[in-house]
């Protein structure tokens, strides 16, 4: 048996996860998952001697996920994962087997939060792709995709991130899915992603979408239907809603055709207006399309992948005139990164990851009073762990090193004053 695939996910202020794959050959010489136990041992990386079991799951699985609690802000812990006795070890990726990686060295440093009182949680997700019955393909049907044995994966993924960022240690407030809610736009598809989020909560009050690139009208004998605009949102139309003093935008950065992103004219227009009659308020913006040169030059599918060049200057202007603005996120490259903002602005530019696919989860915010916490957390159902664990071998076996992020990309601690927001 291998013990393999060790990844540490999320580390907080006072927890910590690992997730790892067994497996062995069978007879014909095949990797198959294999059942086996879950143990971490952990230990402060100042303390002498051998770590100490912390968690011990005797359940069988072959898709581990150990959630470490109890642990102490801003301390440095070291740790070792087995599984029936073996200790775990990283993937032949860089993402974790690279110099310096906590994979690597076998410690971490939990973080120290901001200040004041929690005020509260927004979990940050896109890229359902519902209606998907193929995952990981490119054009024209390579490289070789990975399809579901027995049912439709995206439902699969979608279930498993709407019961967890409901759970009491999760305890979202709010969710954004930033585009891509479905395959192909159909009316079919948006209905019934619709229903699914109407089972979690009301569309404006628990829950925020925008459209993606797959989400696009549907274009018929020269006429263009808009099956998901009559679900959700008419197109190229910004959504705004404000949270007890938190402001949220919604962009819609598609096209009719083509991956690539725009905004046209009235659309920027009224963000300008919105902008400039409060510029000092909270703001997290949100939009399918990454918006900054270096996400354009750092993702496979080159600057005419992410919002055109004219547009991304003008969202940067309109950020510098408005310094309430502390946070745009967005999805489409189905990676965790924060990229470098293309002037001297203070708002963070995060990319999200997938939840239809390896890693499979999603982005918690939690606001404090002083600065806010984000953390990636990979969903927990036992269908989704198998799913997650199936695809992380897409696109040659090179998914991880492209959508895990680094472990700063996944877990960070930025002060910020929200003083002025309403506690829930």
Known sequence: MTVSDLELVTVTDRSAILTWTTRARDRAGRWRPVPADTEVRIAPADSIGPARTHHLDSRSTAYHYAEITGLEPGRAYRFEAYSNGRRAVPARTLVTRRSGTPESTGTFTTATPPPGRLLRTVALANDVHYGEHTSGLVVSGLPTGFRHDTALYPEIMLDALLEDVRSPDRAADHLIIAGDLTDSGTRDQSLAVRARLDSWGTLGRDYFVCRGNHDKPEQLRGETRDHWGAVFHSRQRLVEYHLGGLRLIGLDTTRLTGSGGTIVAPQRDQLRE????????????????????????????????????????????????????????????????????????????????????????????????????????????????????????QYLGLHPDHSLGSCTDRNHVTRRDFSGLTRL
């Open 274 to 393: 919105i902008l400039s009659a409060s510029p000092h308020q909270p703001t997290l913006i949100f939009g399918h399309h990454p918006v900054t040169s270096h996400a354009a030059v750092s993702n496979p599918g080159g600057p005419g992948f992410v919002l055109d060049p004219s547009n991304a200057a003008a969202l940067h202007t309109l950020y510098r005139n408005a310094p309430g603005v502390f946070l745009h996120h967005s999805g489409h490259t189905h990676r965790n990164r924060r990229s470098r903002p293309n002037i001297g602005i203070d708002v963070e530019f995060l990319e999200v990851a997938a939840v239809k696919e390896y890693p499979g989860g999603y982005m918690l915010l939690r606001i404090y009073e002083g600065g806010y916490t984000a953390n990636f957390y990979k969903t927990r159902s036992d269908a989704a762990r198998s799913w997650s664990t199936r695809t992380r071998r």
